[in-house]
């Protein structure tokens, strides 16, 4: 339902649809896909194999956990030229400062890593079973819940009440 359906004292103009017309374009559109299934399956696994390479993420995740390591190295450094009065305070500061401030940038990268590899394996999750589902679905004749779950990402409505699907390999 549209939640500005009477702003400035006109109607909205998004069309009614029934949930027995999302159905039907549903099977519709599943039994398209499965009359390319063939193909799709193939790109699924050519996805699926482009996700699961994490060597650059890694790379980069070990690659900041030894700048990290060699900043807390230089931290510990500062701290202990400081502690012998090797060094003043304002210097002190500002070079613990810095260091900080590199240290906190570090760990930002590599947590942003691992999301990405999580929303990696998130991802290969979703693929997997939709590939499992296509690959044992026949031409549908009627809407089936299981599938739609596994299937399907988004529905817009488009202007003239035309639906547009969005399925998980898309």
Same mark, same amino acid.
């Given at each position: 339902?549209? #939640? &500005?359906?009477?702003?400035?004292?006109? !109607?909205?103009?998004? !069309? &009614?649809?029934?949930?027995? #017309?999302?159905?039907?374009?549903?099977?519709?559109?599943?039994?398209?896909?499965?009359?390319?299934?063939? #193909?799709?399956?193939?790109?699924?696994?050519?996805?699926?194999?482009?996700? *699961?390479?994490?060597? +650059?993420?890694?790379?980069?995740?070990? =690659?900041?956990? $030894?700048?990290?390591?060699?900043?807390?190295?230089?931290?510990?450094? /500062?701290?202990?030229?400081?502690?012998?009065?090797?060094? +003043?305070? !304002? %210097?002190?500061?500002?070079?613990?400062? %810095?260091?900080?401030?590199? =240290?906190?940038? /570090?760990?930002? #990268?590599?947590?942003?890593?691992? %999301?990405?590899? %999580?929303?990696? @394996?998130?991802?290969?999750?979703?693929?997997?079973?939709?590939? @499992?589902? /296509? $690959?044992? *679905?026949? !031409?549908?004749? +009627?809407?089936? +819940?299981?599938?739609?779950?596994?299937?399907?990402?988004?529905?817009?409505?488009?202007?003239?009440?035309?639906? =547009? /699907? =969005?399925?998980?390999?898309?």
């Amino acid at each position: 339902r549209c #939640q &500005h359906k009477y702003d400035n004292g006109e !109607p909205c103009k998004t !069309p &009614h649809v029934t949930e027995d #017309q999302i159905k039907a374009a549903f099977v519709d559109e599943m039994n398209r896909v499965i009359a390319n299934k063939d #193909q799709v399956l193939t790109d699924i696994r050519a996805l699926i194999t482009t996700l *699961t390479d994490t060597r +650059e993420l890694e790379e980069k995740e070990s =690659s900041a956990g $030894k700048e990290l390591e060699a900043i807390s190295a230089s931290i510990r450094k /500062l701290v202990d030229d400081y502690a012998w009065t090797l060094i +003043e305070q !304002p %210097e002190y500061d500002a070079r613990y400062a %810095e260091f900080l401030a590199q =240290s906190k940038a /570090l760990e930002e #990268q590599i947590a942003k890593i691992g %999301e990405q590899r %999580e929303q990696r @394996k998130t991802r290969k999750r979703e693929l997997d079973a939709f590939y @499992k589902v /296509l $690959k044992a *679905t026949g !031409p549908i004749e +009627e809407f089936d +819940e299981e599938l739609w779950n596994v299937a399907v990402k988004s529905i817009r409505i488009l202007i003239g009440g035309q639906f =547009s /699907l =969005s399925f998980r390999v898309d």
